[in-house]
Every structure is written in C-alpha cells, then in structure tokens.
C-alpha cells in the first residue's frame, strides 16, 4: 500500500485510487498493522455500500454487538446521523470508543455518506505519544494504576440495553500495550472513565483532569480529518481518542460505523 502521512508521526491517507473492495487478504492484514503503527488511516472515494462495508468490517475481524436497526441497514453497522433536528452528536468530547466493555474495542471503520458544506470534520489523538512525551516519573507512576471504565448514557442507543445498569463496568490499566507494535498507550477518556481505582476522589480527579487537558491541548499529537462522500477512516481505538465537531448545524451528516472486537487491555511492562 501506497499512502502520504497526514502528520510526521500520526495518521496516514492511501493513495487515490484505492479500494478497499478489491483487497487481498494480505493487504487487509497490512492495513490493520499500518492503522496499529500509525493510528489513523484514511481512504478516499470508495465504491462501498453499506453491503460492502460490512462485508470488508467481517474480513477485519469478528465484530462488536450493533443495536438493533429499524431500518434496512445491515445488523452490523452502527448509523452515525446528524441533522436540523439534533442538539448533539454522537462522538462529541474526546474518547475511545466503549471503552466500559471487559473486551474493548480494535479499529473502528467509519464511511460517510453525506457531509455538510463545511465542518463535521473529526479529530484525533494519538495516545502512544500521550504517554510518550509525559515525563519518565509521571509514566512510572501510570503504569502501577487502573481506572473505572462506566458506560454513559450516549452509549444506551448503541448497545440495545434499556436501562445503563444492564451495561457492564470495567477496570482497566491506565496504560495498555498494543498487540501488534509492542508499544505503550495511555488509555483514559472523559468519555467513560469514572475513577482511578488507586486513588482518593480529590486525587483522581486532579489526575484525569491533567490527563484530559494533555490530550486536548498537545496539539502536537493530533490530526483532523476533513470528511468528503465515499470517505472512509480507519482508527485503532486501542491507541487513538477522537472527537467529532458538532459544527455544522443545521446541516445534514451521515455515515455508517463497524467496530472490530480486540481485546482486554493489558500492560505488558509493569516495572
């Protein structure tokens, strides 16, 4: 595969031309190590349906539960819609997708079908280099914590569940190890984590602030992506946040989602 960066170290565009519809397996294999190393990539001008894109999400891996659809939408794509009607979006503030899972997911795969004039981009962070350009005693202390993963009410529509108390809570490490790079993430979000488990109320709190405000200000480590119809993007939630722009009202933005089953998290050097 043939791609640009989209920064020095961060997220990568394929060439024009491109279609996922006509990989080998081989190929998909690439693509899912190249999203491992560089956490985002991008695909322009795709000729997929919503057959197709489920189709090639199967070929990733197994898939996460989808909520059921009243609509002729195939079971295993997530609607991802915005319109006059909206006050808000899914996907607003930054965080990993459900996280609040036991098994958390590995990439998500986001295509659009239709996009405002202007805005609706997405952006997003890179959480090796989260954790990377935090200091060497700051990295020391994450690695011996663990954080309560909860689910939110913005997640209810995408799980089926009636009620949030039929959703699962889960710890997990502050920091994980990614599979297939062997490198290390920091894996907080405000989107779903309630507590550090080790610490006070006053401490956690202080601490995820900090945390939080490292990802949203360290611009260094993000990138946006500025959507067209056909596009698709692929992200490794294992070691990427995202945040979508709610930008656009009253405008129009829809797209579809499959999300790819990884793993429990893990940290593989605790020292």
Known sequence: MKYTNITPSFGVEL???????????????????????????????????????????????????????????????????????????????????VSSEA?????????????????GDTLFADMYQAFETLSPSMQTFLRQLHALHEPRGHYLYQSGAKKLEELPSTVHPVVRTHPLTGRNALYVNAGFVAKIVELNSRESETLLAMLYDHVA??????????????????????????????DYHPEV?????????????CLADVN
């Open 103 to 119: 098994v958390t997911p590995g990439l998500s795969m986001l295509r659009m079908e239709v996009v405002p004039p202007s805005g």
């Open 15 to 97: 060439t024009a031309g491109t279609q996922l519809a006509e990989f080998t397996d081989d190929q998909v294999t690439a693509l899912k190590q190249l999203a491992a190393e560089r956490g985002i990539v991008v695909v322009r001008e795709q000729k997929m349906d919503m057959k197709g894109q489920a189709e090639f999400g199967h070929r990733l891996g197994a898939l996460m539960n989808a909520p059921v659809n009243k609509t002729d939408t195939p079971e295993e794509l997530i609607v991802i819609r915005a319109g006059p009607k909206s006050k808000a979006v899914a996907g607003q503030g930054w965080h990993s997708d």
């Open 217 to 246: 200000y360290s611009v260094s480590i993000q990138c946006r992506v500025q959507w067209a119809p056909n596009t698709v993007v692929f992200w490794d939630n294992r070691v990427v946040q995202h945040h979508a722009a709610f």
């Open 253 to 265: 933005r829809l797209g579809f989602r499959v999300t790819v089953v990884g793993e429990a998290p």
